[in-house]
């Protein structure tokens, strides 16, 4: 039979403007959107209605709208024509229909509809919603999304899109003749009653009293799933299936064929399935769900949800937003950060994980999901679900403490040191350390006490990824290696000094060396970004990178020197750095456990950056440095294909170290960097590199402030020698015509010079700013006295602190009782005794 031919009798003599609705579409109804289930006017033979789609009519007429469209609207319902029985031989059991149908379809395997043709069209709408209503309190049909007199039904030639492939319907009786008066449908199919309101969900509970002082706010989760408990009582429970799964006995295993029992699972809630999951894979059972088999066992949803329960009561917001908190830190998802909750994430795009702080109302989704939260409701005198209030998660959010919430310290991206030495191994969220280890373990390798030959096979390994590199000095070569091994412990050190690149001309390797040395602390590769103008760039720069916990934060290209921005230095010999958040009103302090990097032609540090940075220089003996080829073109990829291997390889030098009793090599102390020093410098000095450092001792020796500052200090004791003078007579003797002041006079106009004129407030700030400072044996300092003005004076230091000691001397500093040490030999040119 047609879809057509079925209609046209349902529907025969019907008025020129009145019609049944029907609707049609492909695929699963269940996900359709709303737009896909849109009615029209069935018009017989104008409508296409093709059997491989999912069909449907209404068993009312309806009349069109002011805009001539059909919806299955009260305002616009005609009569009732047909009522219908759903999942029958499924929810309800083939027994229960009473009264032969007019026709019975069946929609999935085992599942039918079944449908009574009323003999006389039922125009009131209220007794037509009184009929469906008795129907679907009988148990025989659910309620419709519409409402009752806007139930729709399926056709005979359709199929059912919630099966994979697609059901076909197949129209099992068809006997238009059988037509049924409303009494007859009561009485046929046993109906009760005939209520005039929609059915409404009986009360599982007796009346809850309204909250009192003290209320309880939080109902700790149950300690067993209520669910397992009543399957194991009914005798229902098999074995467990692991991942949260369990083998049960179906509860309709006797409609099964043949009543086989197998092949049936639940399980436990998750963040897909926040109520548990039921699967019977026997036909019959095809559409039962987990809210059936809930029912069945009589267990409330909320006990399903395996979740503890926070109470919103009013005056206890303080008890509610602790105990939220507590939810939230058991939930093992968020953290706190720098007086922030962030919680960690992984970009789906790059793969990159980062440290996420938590906006406002993704807090509130964040709460949602800790645990089930309720309100007193008066009306319905019960604890009713709702969603956690937005002021609880504004004042969760501004909070000054989190004494619940674990604190993020950073991300590992591979195994990391503890403070006593050992590895860490396991990924995920460490206690102790408050790290939280994002990579996978079964990557790396490492003897449980490597030896020195297992080190001098790993520096083998990272000497050969070096290899191509054209190195200036072996110290450059020294520096570099000390850069892959502080990229592998990174996570593992408070502070560590920067790495810069340096070469004469472009495509000498720079950027590669930097993504070889990236490679080393991150299996992602760099974002390089430039390098900010000035310190407030700096400053928000730095707060946005290291809030995400990177790896590196790398500055390329860098067109002028490593200036010393007040913040970078901060980042660079501080674990953690203060600043406010654009955006939120709030103070951030931030750990600063990332490598630091930069890259640049005939540029480096100066300033104070020049002790906080190691340099690598780079010096390719050709002409066009960028046309040289390699036998490894690819060896940034080769190490993010193997990176277990050279991370472990790196570790192991560290280890071995640190297993043969930390061996002190002697060389000069590096201040502020003693741990870096420790696991950095010194194992690979004990298998014999040089020292890594003498670049920083070498930039030191040529920063071009402490040359300027060289050059005043011997003009201006040539001009006044111990004697006191104010800047004004500085200026006034530089003026003087006498070539022996023309050294002073050119310093000074260095320093000050404005528009030829040399600046004495400018000079005044100058010398104030390096006052005390020893150069050369000597330094310039504030001469006391009683005069208004300010008056400085030159003094020649006895003795002068070496820049070098032992290593194994922290803390102690040598005396030489000659002026000729290594710095002022260095400012004097003699910069190759500090290469050694």
């Given amino acids: 039979m047609s879809n057509d031919a079925f209609l046209h009798t349902l529907f025969a003599c019907l008025a020129p403007d009145v019609a049944p609705v029907v609707s049609s579409f492909v695929g699963n109804p269940a996900s359709m959107p709303a737009s896909a289930w849109k ?23 309806f009349r069109p709208n002011e805009t001539g469209a059909y919806r299955r609207r009260k305002a616009q319902f005609v009569a009732l024509h047909a009522v219908m029985l759903d999942d029958v031989g499924g929810k309800v059991p083939l027994e229960r229909v009473t009264l032969p149908p007019t026709w019975m379809l069946e929609t999935s395997p085992g599942n039918h509809q079944a449908g009574y043709l009323l003999r006389e069209p039922l125009a009131d709408g209220l007794l037509a919603d009184r009929l469906m209503n008795a129907i679907v309190a009988a148990g025989l049909c659910d309620p419709g999304a519409n409402g009752p007199r806007a139930r729709l039904a399926r056709l005979p030639m359709a199929v059912n899109g919630k099966h994979a492939p697609p059901f076909p ?19 046929g199919l046993q109906l009760e009653s005939m209520r005039t309101e929609r059915p409404t969900r009986q009360a599982t509970r007796a009346p809850q009293a309204r909250p009192d002082d003290g209320e309880a706010v939080w109902i700790p989760r149950p300690e067993e799933n209520a669910v397992l408990v009543v399957l194991r009582e009914r005798g229902l429970y098999k074995v467990p299936l692991g991942d949260g799964k369990y083998d049960i006995t179906c509860p309709w295993v006797e409609a099964h064929t043949g009543a086989a029992d197998g092949g049936t699972a639940y399980f436990e809630p998750d963040d897909n399935w926040p109520i548990g999951g039921f699967k019977c894979l026997h036909g019959h059972c095809a559409e039962r769900h987990i809210r059936d088999l809930l029912a069945f066992l009589n267990v409330e949803v909320n006990a399903a949800r395996m979740k503890s329960t926070i109470r919103v009561v009013a005056g206890e917001i303080h008890r509610v937003v602790d105990v939220a908190e507590r939810e939230l830190a058991q939930s093992r998802r968020h953290y706190q950060r720098g007086g922030l909750i962030v919680t960690v994430v992984t970009d789906p795009g790059t793969r990159e994980t980062r440290i996420q702080d938590v906006s406002q109302p993704a807090l509130v989704r964040s709460l949602a999901g800790a645990a089930l939260w309720e309100r007193y409701d008066a009306r319905a005198q019960d604890w009713v679900r709702t969603d956690p209030p937005a002021r609880h998660a504004a004042v969760l959010f501004d909070s000054t403490s989190y004494p619940h919430l674990p604190v993020l310290a950073g ?25 939280f280890g994002v990579f996978d373990a079964r990557a790396f ?33 020294a520096a570099a290696l000390t850069a892959l091994l502080t990229a592998a412990i990174r996570a593992s050190l408070p502070v560590a000094p920067m790495f ?36 407030e760039e700096c400053r928000k720069l730095l707060l946005a990178e290291l809030l995400r916990g990177p790896a590196v934060v790398e500055f390329d290209n860098l067109t002028g020197d490593l200036v010393a921005h007040k913040s970078l230095c901060t980042a660079l010999t501080s674990e953690h750095m203060s600043g406010r958040i654009l955006g939120v009103s709030k103070t951030a302090t931030v750990n600063t456990r990332a490598l630091f990097l930069s890259s640049g032609n005939n540029v480096g540090p100066v300033q104070d950056m020049t002790r906080r940075c190691i340099s690598i220089h780079l010096a390719p003996d050709c002409e066009v440095p960028a046309a040289r080829t390699f036998t490894r073109p690819d060896l940034v990829r080769d190490v993010l294909r193997e990176r277990g291997r050279y991370v472990s390889a790196a570790l192991t030098i560290i280890r071995a170290w640190i297993i043969a009793g930390r061996p002190r090599t002697e060389c000069k102390s590096l201040a502020s960097y003693g741990d870096w020093s420790d696991l950095c410098r010194q194992p690979l000095m004990w298998l014999g590199c040089g020292d890594p450092t003498a670049s920083i001792f070498q930039a030191m020796a040529e920063d071009p402030d402490r040359e300027t500052l060289a050059r005043l200090l011997n003009a201006w004791f040539a001009g006044f020698g111990k004697t006191p003078a ?77 820049v070098s000691s032992l290593s194994s001397q922290p803390g102690g500093k040598g005396v030489s009782g000659t002026a000729d040490n290594d710095y002022a030999r260095a400012s004097r040119g003699g910069s190759p005794a500090l290469r050694s």
């Fill in 39 to 61: 009615s029209r006017r069935w018009t017989d033979g104008e409508i296409a209605l093709p059997s491989a789609a999912n069909n449907y009519f209404s068993l009312g007429t």
């Fill in 169 to 187: 319907c197949r129209l099992l009786t068809w006997a238009p003749d059988l037509r049924y008066s409303v009494e007859e449908l009561v009485t």
């Fill in 411 to 435: 991300l590992a991206r591979q195994p990391y040191l503890r403070p006593d030495g050992s590895l860490m191994m396991a990924a995920g969220y460490d206690a102790t350390t408050g790290m």
């Fill in 445 to 477: 390798a490492f003897a449980d006490k490597p030896t020195r030959a297992m080190a001098e096979a790993a520096l083998a390994q990272l000497r050969d990824l070096l290899a191509e590199f054209s190195f200036a000095g072996e110290t450059d070569r």
């Fill in 500 to 535: 810069h690149v340096r070469a004469h001309m472009v495509g000498s390797g720079k950027s590669y060396l930097c993504e070889l040395i990236t490679a080393f602390a991150t299996p992602q590769r760099g974002t390089p970004t430039t390098f900010p103008a000035d310190d």
């Fill in 726 to 802: 104010m800047v004004r007579d500085a200026v006034r003797q530089a003026h003087a015509l006498h070539d022996e002041h023309a050294e002073l006079r050119e310093v000074l106009h260095d320093i000050a010079d404005e528009r030829g004129e040399i600046n004495r407030r400018k000079l005044g700030w100058w010398i104030r700013r390096h006052a005390g400072r020893i150069v050369d044996g000597m330094r310039i300092v504030r001469a006391t006295g009683n005069g208004s003005a300010e008056r400085w004076r030159i003094e020649v230091m006895e003795s002068v602190s070496l």
